[in-house]
């Protein structure tokens, strides 16, 4: 029985070193610029909280892979000047499919607002798109340079730049029938990818012409238009 013992220790070391690796990988993320530590909400237990939580409309959103929750505090600062409740909750290791149902939780949390909106940056989309149906308070959901994993059937908005390196306009076209047929599409004219967040320049991705702050706006402003609020 020794080799069964031998094959035994192997497959231990090999998920030990591939745990390591992965743990090692995850350090590597992608922090908040200068201008994007300006916009910080107040933080609790690592989630970041605009608003008071009993406004009607609130926002969940969901980061993209690798990248800080506080990247996105721009966007979350703005929403919240405008009347809405926004949380960019901390997931484990900055990647959001490993608590994708986060965002259920957050909504038994704050039973006061009436409906939500999922938004997901990048792989933070994907991962918004498996509970979009899971709860009847959410509205819909924003995808900003990303798409859904599977078939959705909720109101839907995509917003993406021009030119994304990281994440192709074909790619985003390509998953439209995944979506029902009143999805909204918005492309961002010189807008790219890593420009949806405050976090510096992103590998892979083309530089913009845009600052963050101007193709954030604009996004601000197409998202306003989908709630209607």
Known sequence: MKWLKRIVLVLVFLVVLAFSAFVIWAQFDYGPTEEATSYLGEEMDGDYIYGEGDEEVGFIFYQGAKVEPAAYSYIGNQLAGKGHFVVIPQLPFNIA?????????????????????????????????????????????????????????????????????????????????????????????????????????????????????????????????FVGR
């Open 97 to 225: 499919l490993l608590n994708s149902e986060a965002g259920l939780e957050i909504i038994e949390q704050y039973p006061e607002v009436s409906t939500w909106y999922l938004i997901g940056h990048s792989l933070g989309g994907s991962a918004a798109s498996t509970i979009a149906e899971s709860n009847p308070k959410i509205e819909g959901i924003i995808f900003l340079a990303s798409y859904p994993i599977d078939t959705i059937n909720v109101p839907s908005l995509t917003v993406y730049g021009e030119i994304d390196g990281v994440l192709p306009v074909e790619d985003i076209e390509a998953r439209r029938e995944n979506l029902r047929d009143d999805a909204v599409f918005h492309e961002i004219k010189g807008g790219n990818h890593a420009n949806f967040g405050m976090y510096g320049e992103q590998k892979g991705d083309n530089p913009s012409e845009l600052t963050p702050k101007e193709q954030l706006d604009e996004t601000i402003s197409i998202i306003q238009e």
